[in-house]
């Protein structure tokens, strides 16, 4: 699924697995660039196939073929056949407004109570 080098120029020198690894690191972790483990390929080069496998869909490819194997290893029909939502998250999403609208949220407003008690 990992795209072929570019024709012309150098040959790949790179560990693909080792992209991967690195890719799959700073996704499941969530640590900085920086953190990355030092027997990984450099941040920078794993920083540019991340880019550049997101913008060519190749990290969206590897994703729904692990998710259809997953779903295959757990014995269970490759697509869900269905899906819930819950009517209260609905509601309160179709509700919108703004979160200054909130109960209580006095937006740096000082109540008259709160005045009061100061004084």
Same mark, same amino acid.
């Given at each position: 699924m990992i795209p072929a080098a570019k024709p012309g120029g150098n040959k790949r020198r790179i560990d693909r697995a080792g992209?991967?690894? &690195? =890719?799959?690191?700073?996704?499941? #972790? &969530?640590? @900085?660039?920086?953190?990355?483990?030092? !027997?990984?390929?450099p941040?920078? #080069?794993?920083n540019d196939y991340l880019r550049r496998w997101d913008e060519d869909g190749t990290l969206g490819r590897i994703h $729904?073929? $692990?998710?259809? @194997?997953c779903r295959e290893l757990a014995?269970?029909? #490759?697509?869900?056949?269905?899906? =819930?939502?819950?009517? @209260?998250?609905?509601?309160s999403?179709? *509700? &919108? &407004?703004?979160?200054? !609208?909130?109960p209580g949220y006095d937006a740096g *407003?000082?109540?008259?109570?709160?005045?009061a008690m100061s004084w």
């Open positions: 992209v991967v690894n &690195g =890719i799959m690191y700073i996704l499941s #972790t &969530g640590c @900085q660039w920086a953190a990355l483990p030092k !027997d990984l390929p941040r920078s #080069t794993v $729904q073929a $692990q998710y259809v @194997q014995e269970r029909e #490759t697509s869900p056949p269905a899906a =819930i939502i819950d009517s @209260q998250s609905v509601k999403a179709e *509700k &919108g &407004g703004s979160r200054f !609208d909130l *407003k000082r109540s008259k109570a709160r005045s």
